[in-house]
C-alpha cells in the first residue's frame, strides 16, 4: 500500500519554506497531497481557485506531489483520499499549542491518521504567508521568499486596491 501524505493549509500565498517542506516530505512519502482550504478564522487575499493554481505554478513539476482544494474538516479528506499522514511545519514555538490541540482533534476525528510535524529549513524558517503578504503590501522584495510566479499575483492584488 503507498504512503499517501496530506500537506494541509490555506496556503495564502504558497511560499518558499511551504515549496521546500513539501518537496522534502515527498522524500519519505510516496504521494503527497497539498491540500489547500480555506481557514475558518482567516480572510484571505487569494481565492481557493487563485491558491491552488499558484501552488501547482510552484510545485507542479515535482513528481508524486498533487494539488487538491477541500471544504470541510481535514479529517475527513484525509479519509476520502486514503491518506494515514497529516503533515504540518512547525516553525517556532508559537506554532506549537495551535498545531498539537489541532493535532489531537485530529485524531479524534480520524483514529489512525496520524500528524508529523516538520520543522523547516533554517533558510525559508523566517517565512510565512502573513510576513510575504506584508511584504508585498508596501512593495518590498520578495525575491527567495515566493516563487516568481506568486510574487507576480501578489504584486497584482496589491496594485489594484
Ligand atoms: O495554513 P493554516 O491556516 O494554518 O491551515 C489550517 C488548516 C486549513 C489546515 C485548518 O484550519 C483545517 O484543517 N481546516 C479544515 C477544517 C478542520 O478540519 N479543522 C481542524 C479541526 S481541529
Given at each position: 500500500m503507498p504512503t499517501i501524505a496530506i500537506y494541509a493549509g490555506s496556503f495564502d500565498p504558497i511560499t518558499r519554506g511551504h515549496?521546500?517542506?513539501?518537496r522534502r516530505s515527498r522524500t519519505f512519502v510516496d504521494e503527497l497531497v497539498v491540500a489547500v482550504t480555506t481557514n475558518s478564522s482567516k480572510r484571505p487575499l487569494f481565492s481557493i481557485e487563485e491558491r491552488t493554481a499558484l501552488i501547482e505554478a510552484t510545485l507542479?513539476?515535482?513528481p508524486g506531489i498533487s494539488v487538491?482544494?477541500?471544504?470541510?474538516?481535514?479529517?475527513?479528506?484525509a479519509k476520502s483520499i486514503g491518506a494515514s499522514l497529516i503533515i504540518r511545519g512547525l516553525r517556532a514555538a508559537g506554532d506549537?499549542?495551535?498545531?498539537f490541540q489541532m493535532a489531537l482533534m485530529n485524531r479524534h476525528l480520524g483514529p489512525g491518521i496520524e500528524t508529523v510535524f516538520m520543522v523547516p529549513s533554517v533558510e525559508t524558517t523566517y517565512i510565512s504567508s502573513s510576513i510575504v503578504r506584508e511584504v508585498a503590501r508596501y512593495g518590498g522584495d520578495l525575491t527567495g521568499l515566493?516563487?516568481?510566479?506568486?510574487?507576480?499575483?501578489?504584486?497584482?492584488?496589491?496594485?489594484k486596491a
Open positions: 515549496e521546500e517542506l513539501a507542479g513539476d515535482a487538491r482544494a477541500f471544504d470541510g474538516l481535514l479529517a475527513d479528506f506549537f499549542e495551535y498545531e515566493v516563487h516568481p510566479v506568486v510574487a507576480t499575483a501578489i504584486r497584482a492584488k496589491f496594485d
